[in-house]
C-alpha cells in the first residue's frame, strides 16, 4: 500500500486490484475525518452523472451539515473522453471538488489502475489525497507475515519461517487484511509464548488454505490412496476451487519434472535452484525429498492427465473422473532405473 502526499484532506482517490484493503481504507478514512461521527454515507456504484454527484456533494442533511459521499468506479474513469461536453463536464466537477467546505468528504474507488496519462486523472492527483492499494506480491507475503507477528511481539522461529515462505508463495491472491487476520489467528494460538513454531503453523493454517492442499499434497506423493479419496471432497469443493487446487498440484509436479530434467543434464544444483525459484535450504531440502517421491515420467504422466482432466470438464466431466485420475497415480508402480 503506497501513500501518496496529503493534499485536500477531504477529497480522497484510492485505486488498485485489493478491494478489499480499499473498501477498508475508505471506512477508516471517513471514521477519522469525521472522529467518529461519521453521516450517512451516500454511495454510488459503477453509476451516477456529474449532475447526480454535485447534488450529494452540495446537499446537506436536515439534521446534520456534514455530508460524506463515496463514487466508487465512476464511469468518468472507465472510458475514455470523446467530446468537448465531456472534458467541459469533467473540469466542472474538478473545480467542484477544489471548492469542498471542511463539512464534506468525498472518496473515489477505482478497481485498478487509472490512466495517469489523461488530463483528468492527472487533476485528480493533483487535487486529491491519495492511495494505490494493491494485492501483495506472494514472494513478499511471508516477511510482511513475520513483521505482524513482531509488531505483536512474536518471534518466528527459522523452521517456521522456512514453512511461511512456502506455503504464502504458492497463493494466488494475497490481502494485507487477509494476513492480518491469519497473524490474529497465530497470536491468539501461541497464547503467552513468545515463539512461533512450524508446528503452530501447520494448525494454524491449512483449514483456511483450500481445505488442506498441502497435507492432501503430501498424502498423494506418498500414494496413501485411502487418505486421498476420503479427503478430495474437501479439496475439490467447487469450480474455482478446483481449478486453484489442480493448478497448485500441476506446478507442484512440474517442478517436480524440471528438478529431474535438469539433474539428468548435469545442471549445476545453483543453476537448478534458480530455476526453481528456490530460496533457502529448506526450500531445497523439501523438492528434494518430495522429487524421491515421483520419477519423471511420473510427473510428465500424472500432468498429462490433469490437463486432458481440464480439458474433459468442459464437456462435462464428473467428479468420479477427477478421483480416478487421483487412485491410478496412487496405484501406479514407481519407474524405478
Known sequence: MTSGTM???????????DSVSANI???GLIRAYFRGREPDTTVFDGSGT???YRNALEGQSLFSTDTAVVIKNPPMLKRAVHSEKEEKKQAEFLELLKGLPPETLVIILLEGKPDKRTKFVKGLLSLCYSEEISLLNPRDAAGTLIRMLADQGKRVD????????TVLSSWNEISAPLLQTECDKIVLMCGSRDTVTQKLLEIALPDYMNQGIFKFTDALLDRKADVVLSSADRVFTDIPTTIKNLGFL????????ILHEMERNRIPEKDIQKVLGVRSSWMWRNMKNEARKVSEEEAEWFLLEIFKYQMKTRQ???EMELKDLLLKYCMKRRNRH
Open 250 to 257: 500441476s506446478s507442484k509436479f512440474r517442478k517436480i519434472k
Open 25 to 27: 481504507r475508505k471506512d
Open 50 to 52: 456529474y449532475e447526480e
Open 316 to 318: 462435462g466431466a464428473s
Open 158 to 165: 527459522y523452521g517456521a519461517r522456512e514453512y511461511l515462505e
Open 7 to 17: 493534499k485536500k484532506n477531504n477529497c480522497c482517490f484510492l485505486y488498485g486490484d
